[in-house]
């Protein structure tokens, strides 16, 4: 006997050597799937009959093997045939393998539902894994994509080292939420990715195979292949005939991909679907997947969606799966050229500007300096990928955002960037007779298409953030646009929100800056950032990169927290651990509640007159207060008292220091030649 020869087939299988759902379809059936239902029917509703008038109990052992298979006393089901999925009969089994890997299937039903399928119309996990094999494939993962458990054990595959994925999704009235499909695509990702020499099968299933597994891997496709929404559930429908056939689902996809086509196609819903009359038990059929069972375990996605005023505190884009932050925490190490970390112990690397007091204001005569203003946002790192852009804040917690970012010129065979990391703050604009508008202002780079460049100085990592990031985004959304000449289908205003370069000028320019620039922008302003022209990038605290807040916006982040006995106590961080901060006082607004402000950071300006802080505002973007030593150099920065009129004084002589005045004068006369 041969030990590595694949099992023979049960009676119940399909000998062939095509594809499962060829065979059945072609299959000589002499009466229809409805008429065999009603036929089987009465039959097995009369022997139901006889079996509970001669008081036999029914016997389950078979199906003691685990949980899943035990049918209690009170069960729904109990003395009836389980019902099978309505459309599941006639519904092919499962389609053609799409990249190499990828198949897509209807729910393998186990055998406790054998009363309800005829010998040779089943389709359980034995048929699932030997009907691969008869293709050349091995199954390694199977991702359930059903609403319920009702339908098998994942034992039958777990105890044959075959991967399993449970992803709850809705069948009705709604499509698989947003962060479902973010971990889909990263699950079906990562296994694939770990194969070097061989690949084995993926099965994707939801109840038949069609529009909940063919969102999914539509999804996957466009993320991993690049093609537009069309093309993709083209590539479906070859596959799976005759693809995603809820136009719900369709819609959708383009939207969420920010694409208008010309035409949108939505195929009929096939035979197999359509309504009947009673199943087997005689009672009504519903038409929906899997929702009246009572084991519901899917969650409605929670949707950010903007109704209101928008806020910087709204909680941007879609949540990721643990163990993809966690590949993406590490992935950013990388391209800070910092030692990985362990899970869970990584930390924001974005660097962060020390206060300008009267020490480091020396540096800006020892090194060149440009100026810009600091925006009052909320600060991002943002990292483009080809399977998507993920927003990382202060917490180094992603989320991804649908965004475009396409190569100035192809690289390595990519059309678009590939782990480009970018840092820089999200702010809200008053844009006149439009109303409130998102924008993303970019004001640095760290890597450039898997590749650190965080010695350059900072003047070249400026320049390239504008010529390969953000210029060739706005020349494709020209091209677009050009009536006549564009046929992209995707439209950069359903983006949720606006890219732009962030600005910086010479040090010679803060006058104009703070008198003419800051008052006239459209959003908020608490001062002034100083960039070394020359600088590397610098994780974490640069005490080179130098920030100046108007004296009254001088803040500090606290962990405010409330005791047991209505005692108010604050704390910063030393070492990384909490410290209280004895003798320091909060004061709130009289209206405030101040329950709602317990366990969260509080940024608070110091008030000269009355010796307290005074809360400004929560801190939502942010889990952990300032450090103990940040605290001083604030502190520090007020007691210094650098006002405007003291900082213009300074930066007027600053200015006239050789070093500036020769680098001035080039600049001056290369914008001259511009013109």
């Known amino acids: 006997?041969?030990?590595?020869?694949?099992?023979?087939?049960?009676?119940?299988?399909?000998?062939?050597?095509?594809?499962?759902?060829?065979?059945?379809?072609?299959?000589?059936?002499?009466?229809?799937?409805?008429?065999?239902?009603?036929?089987?029917?009465?039959?097995?509703?009369?022997?139901?009959?006889?079996?509970?008038?001669?008081?036999?109990?029914?016997?389950?052992?078979?199906?003691?093997?685990?949980?899943?298979?035990?049918?209690?006393?009170?069960?729904?089901?109990?003395?009836?045939?389980?019902?099978?999925?309505?459309?599941?009969?006639?519904?092919?089994?499962?389609?053609?393998?799409?990249?190499?890997?990828?198949?897509?299937?209807?729910?393998?039903?186990?055998?406790?539902?054998?009363?309800?399928?005829?010998?040779?119309?089943?389709?359980?996990?034995?048929?699932?894994?030997?009907?691969?094999?008869?293709?050349?494939?091995?199954?390694?993962?199977?991702?359930?994509?059903?609403?319920?458990?009702?339908?098998?054990?994942?034992?039958?595959?777990?105890?044959?080292?075959?991967?399993?994925?449970?992803?709850?999704?809705?069948?009705?009235?709604?499509?698989?939420?947003?962060?479902?499909?973010?971990?889909?695509?990263?699950?079906?990702?990562?296994?694939?990715?770990?194969?070097?020499?061989?690949?084995?099968?993926?099965?994707?299933?939801?109840?038949?195979?069609?529009?909940?597994?063919?969102?999914?891997?539509?999804?996957?496709?466009?993320?991993?292949?690049?093609?537009s929404v069309t093309e993709a559930l083209d590539l479906f429908k070859v596959a799976r005939p005759p693809g995603i056939y809820k136009r719900d689902y369709i819609e959708a996809l383009y939207s969420f991909y920010h694409e208008c086509p010309e035409k949108l196609v939505c195929p009929p819903t096939p035979d197999w679907k359509r309504s009947s009359d009673l199943d087997l038990n005689g009672e009504a059929v519903q038409d929906q997947d899997d929702e009246e069972d009572g084991d519901n375990i899917g969650l409605l996605h929670e949707q950010h969606v903007e109704n209101g005023p928008i806020t910087n505190d709204d909680v941007l884009g879609d949540a990721v799966c643990y163990d993809e932050q966690e590949f993406l925490r590490q992935k950013c190490y990388s391209l800070f050229e910092l030692s990985p970390t362990g899970k869970g112990t990584s930390q924001f690397p974005g660097s962060h500007p020390v206060s300008l007091n009267r020490d480091n204001l020396q540096l800006l005569r020892q090194r060149y300096y440009y100026a810009t203003w600091k925006a009052d946002g909320t600060r991002y790192m943002m990292l483009i990928a080809l399977h998507g852009c993920y927003l990382i804040d202060r917490n180094f917690c992603f989320r991804r955002v649908q965004l475009r970012f396409p190569l100035k010129v192809e690289f390595e065979g990519y059309l678009f960037h590939h782990y480009t990391l970018i840092d820089g703050e999200m702010i809200i604009d008053a844009v006149p007779d439009i109303g409130l508008k998102r924008r993303?202002?970019?004001?640095?780079?760290?890597?450039?298409?898997?590749?650190?460049?965080?010695?350059?100085?900072?003047?070249?990592?400026?320049?390239?953030?504008?010529?390969?990031?953000?210029?060739?985004?706005?020349?494709?959304?020209?091209?677009?646009?050009?009536?006549?000449?564009?046929?992209?289908?995707?439209?950069?205003?359903?983006?949720?929100?606006?890219?732009?370069?962030?600005d910086f000028w010479l040090l010679s320019t803060v006058g104009k800056l703070l008198k003419g620039f800051i008052p006239s922008l459209s959003h908020a302003s608490d001062g002034l950032i100083f960039q070394g022209w020359d600088d590397p990038y610098v994780p974490r605290t640069h005490e080179g990169l130098l920030k100046w807040k108007y004296p009254e916006m001088n803040s500090v982040d606290f962990l405010f927290e409330i005791g047991t006995d209505n005692r108010q106590s604050v704390f910063l961080y030393e070492r990384g651990k909490k410290k209280l901060m004895d003798g320091y006082r909060v004061a709130f607004k009289d209206d405030d509640d101040l329950q709602d402000y317990s366990g969260k950071i509080i940024e608070c300006s110091w008030d000269q007159e009355s010796g307290c802080w005074v809360c400004m505002r929560a801190r939502t973007d942010k889990s952990t207060p300032n450090d103990i030593n940040t605290c001083r150099k604030v502190m520090r920065s007020i007691s210094d008292n650098i006002t405007e009129d003291v900082l213009l004084n300074e930066i007027s002589e600053i200015v006239r220091l050789p070093m500036y005045a020769d680098r001035i004068e080039k600049a001056h006369q290369l914008q001259h030649r511009r013109r």
């Not at 229809?32 to 009465?42: A, G, N, P």
């Not at 198949?103 to 048929?127: C, F, H, M, W």
């Not at 990031?469 to 606006?498: A, H, Q, S």
């Open 1 to 227: 006997m041969d030990l590595n020869a694949s099992p023979l087939p049960e009676d119940d299988e399909l000998p062939t050597q095509e594809p499962v759902e060829d065979l059945i379809l072609d299959q000589p059936i002499n009466e229809s799937s409805v008429q065999t239902l009603h036929r089987e029917r009465e039959e097995r509703r009369r022997r139901l009959k006889r079996e509970n008038r001669d008081e036999v109990p029914r016997q389950h052992a078979q199906f003691a093997r685990n949980d899943f298979m035990i049918q209690s006393k009170g069960s729904r089901y109990a003395g009836k045939i389980r019902p099978i999925p309505h459309g599941w009969l006639d519904c092919p089994p499962f389609g053609q393998c799409l990249e190499g890997s990828i198949v897509p299937s209807k729910v393998p039903l186990d055998e406790t539902y054998n009363d309800a399928v005829i010998p040779g119309r089943r389709y359980s996990s034995k048929q699932v894994i030997n009907g691969q094999r008869r293709f050349g494939r091995e199954l390694g993962l199977v991702v359930d994509l059903t609403n319920t458990t009702r339908y098998y054990s994942p034992l039958e595959y777990t105890k044959l080292g075959i991967k399993y994925i449970k992803i709850a999704c809705k069948g009705r009235d709604a499509v698989p939420d947003n962060e479902s499909v973010n971990k889909f695509v990263y699950e079906v990702m990562q296994f694939i990715g770990r194969q070097k020499h061989s690949r084995k099968a993926v099965l994707v299933h939801c109840t038949h195979g069609h529009n909940r597994t063919g969102f999914m891997i539509v999804h996957y496709l466009i993320r991993t292949k690049l093609c």
């Open 440 to 502: 993303y202002l970019a004001y640095d780079l760290i890597a450039l298409n898997n590749q650190s460049v965080i010695k350059l100085p900072f003047s070249e990592r400026w320049k390239l953030l504008e010529e390969e990031v953000i210029r060739p985004r706005n020349n494709e959304k020209k091209y677009i646009d050009r009536e006549g000449k564009g046929n992209l289908t995707y439209r950069y205003e359903m983006e949720p929100f606006g890219v732009r370069r962030k």
